[in-house]
């Protein structure tokens, strides 16, 4: 009868060692990109002007640093900003006066909320964080001579919390739908602003 097979010393430390490198592999994979919807605005008739651009100027520089996660989300106050002025203003490359974008603030900050703890805060689910995120946006005609001929400005709040208990994915669906809802006020805001002061640099929409 053959005796069963025994793991020798040597061979036992080749296995560990695999399955360390296995472990630190994985480790070192980021985590997998969850994919979202594109957030556009073609569903819109674009506002067209008599004007050179549009070009995007950008005033707010993303701090990269607590309390501020703009860097984190998948989309972005400012990338949606960018999104909104390519799909929602044309110029018609006529004349001299420039149709301008310009960001001032771009934001979204995270504060800790408090919670209880003991007992009655574990079986309690508690908001955890709140997420405000603010778009100061302008839109002007100028002039060669750097004259601003029209202005539109928007300044637009949102504001939402998030339960302990959610999962990262949760996390950045949330992140995305909050950017969405401000970005509806934006183009609420603006589309009305440009309507009514714009008028004589305003071709069509």
């Known amino acids: 009868m053959r005796s069963p097979a025994v793991l020798r010393p040597a061979f036992l430390r080749v296995l560990l060692i695999a399955a360390v490198a296995g472990l630190a592999a994985c480790a070192s994979e980021p985590p997998p990109q969850r994919a979202?919807?594109?957030?556009?605005?073609?569903?819109?008739?674009?506002?067209?002007?008599?004007?050179?651009?549009?070009?995007?100027?950008?005033?707010?520089?993303?701090?990269?640093?607590?309390?501020?996660?703009?860097h984190l989300m998948p989309l972005s106050p400012e990338k949606a900003i960018r999104t909104w002025a390519k799909d929602r203003l044309q110029a018609t490359g006529v004349g001299t006066n420039t149709l301008r974008v310009i960001?001032?603030?771009?934001?979204?900050?995270?504060?800790?909320?408090?919670?209880?703890?003991?007992?009655?805060?574990?079986?309690?689910?508690?908001?955890?964080?709140?997420?405000?995120?603010?778009?100061?946006v302008a839109v002007q005609v100028v002039d060669p001579e750097g004259h601003v001929r029209a202005e539109a400005i928007s300044n637009v709040y949102r504001s939402r919390t998030l339960n302990e208990k959610a999962s990262l994915a949760e996390r950045e669906r949330m992140?995305?739908?909050?950017?969405?809802?401000?970005?509806?006020?934006?183009?609420?805001?603006?589309?009305?602003?440009?309507?009514?002061?714009?008028?004589?640099?305003?071709?069509?929409?």
């Open 36 to 70: 979202f919807a594109e957030l556009r605005f073609t569903n819109q008739t674009p506002l067209v002007f008599g004007a050179q651009g549009p070009e995007v100027v950008n005033r707010f520089q993303a701090p990269m640093a607590d309390p501020h996660v703009e």
């Open 175 to 205: 992140w995305f739908q909050l950017v969405e809802r401000l970005m509806q006020d934006l183009d609420n805001q603006l589309s009305t602003g440009l309507r009514q002061h714009f008028r004589e640099f305003l071709v069509a929409g």
């Open 103 to 136: 960001i001032n603030n771009a934001s979204v900050t995270e504060t800790p909320l408090d919670t209880k703890g003991g007992v009655s805060g574990f079986f309690t689910d508690q908001q955890e964080s709140r997420y405000d995120a603010r778009a100061d």
